[in-house]
């Protein structure tokens, strides 16, 4: 299904839970975090539906994300139930820290890819970046879920300057021996401490500090591969197992390409991440609405997608624009 920029919409993150284990600085604020109600959070039953409805539109591709997804009880069921909708593809986003329980459990579910978000391999660091998270629990996941058969194992590193930043080179060089991709991503101002502009550090730079340790040679994508794996700029270090992806949603925004749809956790379906506005899908199901009508609402969802942050005016939009939405409640 294409929108109205031309772009096709196939690629729909539902965020299965606003909770979580983890508090990263960037993500969640200190304190005040204001939760979804439990009666609010859309049951797996109404998030299937909404599935199976949007894949006549087109969706062929569905990541699970939240909050963590793996806090959520029953995901495992869920993920089960993605897995019988005939998706081409069923990807999930977690923390890690309790992968080393599901990694069996989410691969016989069908489960075709994860991504690990791992910020530091410091345990102090790491511990405050997250406010209190365990690296050893992550470490751990990331070896059950590569002894389970997960491969590629994505890691998501948010930079933050001042923060991680000089780990970028450190998480590079694990791609020698390591077959991760490791994907490093900007910071968006959304979430967390927001108005934390001078923690951001742009992908341009970190590529210019690791290209001092080795060749980065570019990774060409077939058209698959461009549709499921997203909008990484690729490269392998010279003589490295492992993939370094650079996400630069700020320095090189991908609006024009995007085509995703996100389901929040409350049933609001948001067709951009920094664009706030949202079709709510919740209410009507709840209220009865037919299949039709409830398609009704997701093509429209579709069809009025916004373009997103403008044009090449990526950087200053960055201290414009502050999406209003947690980001556990969207899903990242
Ligand atoms: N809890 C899971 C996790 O951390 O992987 C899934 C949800 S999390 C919201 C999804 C992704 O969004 C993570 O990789 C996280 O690092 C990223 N993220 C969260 N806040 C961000 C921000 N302000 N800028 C860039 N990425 C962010
Ligand atoms: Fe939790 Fe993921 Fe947000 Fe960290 S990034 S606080 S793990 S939802």
Redesign the pocket.
């Known amino acids: 299904m294409l929108d109205k920029y031309k772009r096709e919409i196939n690629y729909l993150r539902v965020s299965v839970t606003d909770r979580?284990n983890?508090?990263?600085i960037y993500?969640?604020p200190k304190e005040g975090l204001s939760l979804i109600g439990h009666d609010d959070i859309l049951k797996y039953e109404e998030m299937l539906r909404v599935v199976r409805i949007a894949q006549k539109l087109g969706i062929v591709k569905v990541r699970v994300t939240?909050?963590?997804p793996l806090v959520r009880r029953g995901v495992t069921d869920f993920l089960a139930e993605l897995g019988k909708t005939g998706l081409e593809d069923i990807s999930l986003t977690t923390?890690g820290i309790l992968l080393e329980s599901f990694a069996g459990a989410i691969r016989r579910a069908g489960v075709c890819r994860i991504n690990v978000?791992l910020d530091s391999l410091d345990p102090e660091r790491y511990a405050r970046i997250?406010r209190g998270g365990r690296l050893s629990d992550v470490l751990r996941g990331l070896e059950e879920a590569e002894r389970v058969g997960f491969s590629p194992i994505k890691i998501n590193v948010v930079t933050v300057r001042g923060f991680n930043d000089d780990e970028a080179l450190t998480f590079a060089r694990l791609t020698l021996e390591k077959p991760y991709e490791i994907r490093l991503i900007e910071l968006m101002p959304i979430g967390g401490e927001k108005g934390s502009d001078e923690k951001y550090v742009s992908n341009d730079e970190l590529m210019e500090r690791i290209a001092r340790l080795g060749t980065l040679h570019p990774i060409e994508r077939g058209k698959r591969e461009r549709n499921f794996s997203g909008p990484a700029r690729r490269f392998r270090l010279e003589g490295a197992r492992g993939v370094i992806g650079f996400i630069s949603p700020i320095s090189h925004n991908f609006c024009h390409a995007c085509n995703r749809l996100r389901l929040t956790a409350d049933g609001g379906l948001r067709a951009c991440l920094m664009v706030d506005g949202e079709i709510d899908l919740k209410g009507p199901m709840r209220s009865g609405c037919s299949d039709e009508e409830l398609e009704q609402l997701i093509l429209r969802a579709i069809v009025n997608k916004p373009l997103g942050q403008q044009k090449d005016g990526a950087a200053d939009d960055r201290h414009r624009r502050k999406c209003v939405r947690e980001?556990?409640t969207i899903g990242?």
Request: net charge neutral.
């Open positions: 979580c983890l508090r990263c993500c969640m939240g909050g963590e923390n978000s997250t980001m556990p990242g």
